[in-house]
């Protein structure tokens, strides 16, 4: 940049304040929450990641938590949204690229890309008042009865709210933007793939599972940029997960994800000693894996734009 | 920006950004910090000042002139204080804010004088108000009540059940598991053979809230050999959860959509919002024994019972009440009632807040008590006596 003509250095100069305010900003928020998470570190130790608790007390001495119910939870739901979302958007991806005539495709994009605007309070409204009660009674008790010795399936369905509705819910919310990376992941491939496997007399699926299969590094990066997504959602999963600090493998509990547990711990944490750090610590490991994930599954995208391009 | 040659260059202009932006945030971060201590919270640093300080040089005829008086705290108080803000600058023509942030950080805001006062639903503690003694008035403002709401298909309408509170401990203890319960039948003799065989899902706040808090004090006030203080709180680790039988709600709303679409299953929720979501409510058995559905009445009764020796001044310390008001004496007394407060500072540097304060204690312990929202209920004569004191007690001065 120190050789950049003069009229291009002084936007350069002008415009490097933002960037580095940009930049510092992001800084601040990590520095920020570790600093407040410090407390609860220093006191709680390995038992913070390892024991589920959450037990306030106006006496400091007598508080405990132990955040590994939320933390397990916040993984395990992610990873069944995007479990859940990733076949609805390569089937929406194969439909609106390959499937459908032109002006039908476009349609169905809009709907898709508005269905990710949206305010995620509608979906979570939606999930805990119509779709909890319809998958307890219809989904969560057959499955229990005839599969209640999977342990995936071993608890009694109560209320609805738990990790199967909280996942798919946010599958559904998760979906808009997985599709939409795939979309623009698939618009890259050269054309000269698909003319050459066209010519060779394929049909429409066989070059879509063709080119899928050359999409695979994407596919695998767009999952982990939904999960990465899916893990910081806070409305959705407060609204239907039940809100039990409760380490649960099955998917018919309540349980917390970090999220939720802030959300709905915050109102009065300042009440006690502990708290207010322990959720911060909360936040700060949240932001530890979301930062992990994002940056191999963006990594990747970029090897994977590397080599199909050359 | 310059072909293959510049990567080692670029690295180190990343490297030297990051540097940069890296000491800028550290320092810009310890500086907030020492703002937060000096001035109030870090979110709210510009305004703290500002709010504390606010008075317009053409002032009008009121003596408080154009202050706007800010609060914030418990959402319980929220919908009532809206309601009393409104009705105060229509008739008054005080304007009053209050930001629903919660008893705990409400608490903070006030403590770091980035409002004027706060709404809690517990008093301060002992300790606290120790610490702050002579320096922060406690008025409660409102009563609160908790009770019971319930699904069993079974109950006919016009019947309701009746819950002591040892049955409700063992019940939120996952100890009774069935509502043929012996221990329930016992309470209920005239539902024999109505209450069904079938598990009690037992519904709790799954958020912090100042009714789990009331409603567990009570159960520990009521039943302590079954219902232990350690069970006491704004969050408390529900031993029935464990049982498989225990589920949260979030918000009063939570738990009463959860009750409403759970077949068997009770929960506690503050009396407004059983009123509006058309719940049935248990009776409860009070401390004469009588079991006494929640009613305007009832709940007054229990206030009236229970405050016979409550603190004489907005001074004094308040940390007793909550106990005493819980579960007390008189054949008409619903059990579960409470105070929710509001804190006021008792000296303030400006004349025309205190002037705004005056005027709103005197408003809300006089023609505010007229103006309850549904659910709410107004204090009684005497806390109201205790509350005008205040008036006399606020003072200009101090920092």
């Not at chain 1, 100069?13 to 990590?30: E, K, M, N, R």
Request: one cysteine or more; charged letters at 15%.
């Amino acid at each position: 940049m120190i050789f950049l003509p003069k009229s291009d250095k002084v936007v350069f100069y002008s415009i490097l304040p933002l960037v580095i305010g940009v930049l510092g900003f992001f800084i601040t928020v990590g520095f920020f929450m570790l600093h407040q998470a410090l407390p609860s570190f220093m006191r709680f130790g390995v038992d913070l990641l390892v024991s589920s608790v959450w037990s306030p007390a106006e006496d400091p001495g007598r508080e405990v938590y132990g955040l590994a119910a939320p933390f397990l939870g916040s993984l395990y739901v992610s990873a069944l949204a995007t479990l859940f979302a990733l076949p609805l958007s390569v089937a929406l991806t194969f439909s609106t690229t390959e499937i459908l005539p032109r002006h039908v495709a476009g349609l169905l994009r809009n709907v898709v890309e508005v269905m990710g605007g949206l305010p995620t309070v509608v979906y979570g409204l939606w999930g805990s008042l119509v779709l909890s009660p319809y998958l307890r009674d219809s989904v969560m008790k057959p499955l229990h009865n005839y599969l209640g010795f999977l342990p995936i399936f071993s608890c009694r369905p109560i209320t609805g709210y738990s990790v199967l509705t909280a996942s798919i819910v946010l599958a559904t919310a998760t979906t808009p933007y997985v599709t939409a990376l795939l979309i623009e992941g698939y618009g890259m491939i050269p054309a000269k793939y698909k003319e050459g496997i066209l010519s060779l007399g394929a049909t429409r699926y066989e070059v879509f599972k063709l080119l899928l299969g050359l999409l695979r590094p994407y596919v695998i990066a767009s999952s982990l940029l939904g999960f990465s997504r899916a893990l910081g959602e806070t409305t959705i999963v407060a609204l239907t997960i039940g809100n039990a600090v409760k380490p649960t493998l099955c998917i018919f509990d309540p349980t917390h994800t970090i999220p939720s547990l802030i959300a709905s711990q915050f109102e009065s944490a300042r009440l006690y000693t502990y708290a207010l750090p322990t959720l911060f610590a909360g936040g700060s490991l949240l932001l530890a894996v979301s930062l992990g994930v994002s940056y191999v599954g963006i990594k990747m995208i970029y090897t994977w734009r590397g080599r199909i391009h050359v | 920006m310059s072909g293959d040659g510049g990567k080692s260059s670029k690295a180190l202009t990343l490297v030297l950004l990051a540097l940069v932006a890296a000491s800028f945030s550290v320092a810009m971060y310890f500086q907030a910090l020492n703002l937060m201590r000096t001035a109030g919270t870090s979110t709210t640093t510009s305004t703290a000042s500002s709010v504390l300080t606010s008075t317009s040089p053409a002032a009008t005829t009121r003596p408080w002139g154009s202050v706007t008086l800010s609060g914030a705290g418990a959402s319980f108080l929220a919908p009532q204080m809206f309601e009393w803000s409104r009705a105060l600058t229509e008739t008054v023509g005080l304007r009053v804010e209050y930001q629903s942030v919660g008893s705990g950080a409400g608490r903070d805001m006030f403590f770091n004088k980035v409002v004027h006062f706060a709404g809690s639903d517990p008093p301060l503690s002992r300790e606290l108000h120790e610490q702050y003694a002579g320096g922060v008035m406690q008025l409660p403002v409102v009563v609160g009540s908790v009770v019971i709401v319930y699904n069993i298909p079974e109950v006919p309408e016009g019947r309701s059940i009746c819950l002591s509170s040892d049955v409700m401990a063992l019940i939120y203890r996952g100890d009774i598991r069935y509502w043929d319960d012996q221990r329930i039948l016992d309470v209920n003799p005239d539902l024999r053979g109505v209450l069904p065989h079938q598990e009690i899902v037992a519904v709790h706040r799954s958020d912090s809230s100042g009714t789990t808090s009331v409603f567990t004090a009570y159960l520990n006030k009521a039943s302590p050999e079954v219902w232990s203080k350690g069970l006491v709180g704004f969050t408390v680790d529900w031993p029935v959860d464990a049982v498989g039988r225990g589920v949260g709600g979030k918000g009063n709303e939570g738990v009463t959509q959860v009750v409403k679409t759970t077949p068997y299953s009770l929960g506690y929720v503050e009396l407004s919002y059983a009123i509006t979501q058309r719940l049935p409510t248990a009776a409860l058995r009070n401390a004469e024994g009588v079991c006494v559905k929640p009613t305007d009445q009832t709940v007054l009764n229990a206030v009236r019972n229970s405050t016979a020796f409550l603190p004489q001044s907005p001074l004094d310390d308040w940390s007793n009440v909550l106990p005493q008001m819980l579960n007390p004496p008189g054949r008409d007394s619903y059990p579960i009632v409470s105070f929710s407060y509001i804190f006021i500072y008792r000296t303030y540097p400006d004349r025309a807040v205190v002037e705004a304060l005056r005027e709103f204690i005197r408003w809300i312990n006089t023609e505010g008590q007229e103006r309850m929202v549904p659910g709410y209920l107004p204090i009684t004569e005497e806390v109201r006596r205790v509350n005008l004191k205040a008036i006399e007690l606020l003072e200009v001065g101090g920092t």
